[in-house]
Nanobody, 117 residues
Framework: EVQLAESGGVSVQPGVSLRLSCGVS????????IHWVRQEEGKGLEWVSL????????LYTDSVKGRFTISRDNAKNTVYLHMNSLTSEDTALYYC??????????WGQGTQVTVSS
């Protein structure tokens, strides 16, 4: 069974950097894209970023372009989300999800990022 587990979420002040990790179990990690999706309290899901299976393509939602960088280490079955210049608008529960047929088939449990002064 495939399992995803996020880590790295903490409470930080505006302007700092943070790195989230998404560990994926199973031996099919290298075959799938991985997405980061976030949810602010009381709001819907917002897609943030994706990286394709071999790491050659990364896409971002407009609000994080230039500040966030997604990467993957296929040897460690891990995807990272490097977040710079954090603002209060980045406060959310961050999920990683495996991409499948233009949707997601497996999700992690989420990791909370809170940006506040």
């Amino acid at each position: 069974e495939v399992q995803l587990a996020e880590s790295g979420g903490v409470s930080v002040q505006p302007g700092v950097s943070l790195r989230l990790s998404c560990g994926v179990s199973g031996n099919t990690f290298v075959s799938y894209s991985i997405h980061w999706v976030r949810q602010e309290e009381g709001k819907g899901l917002e897609w943030v970023s994706l990286i394709n299976s071999d790491g050659s393509t990364a896409l971002y939602t407009d609000s994080v372009k230039g500040r966030f960088t997604i990467s993957r280490d296929n040897a460690k079955n891990t995807v990272y989300l490097h977040m710079n210049s954090l603002t209060s608008e980045d406060t959310a529960l961050y999920y990683c999800a495996r991409g499948f047929n233009r949707a997601y088939d497996y999700w992690g449990q989420g990791t909370q990022v809170t940006v506040s002064s």
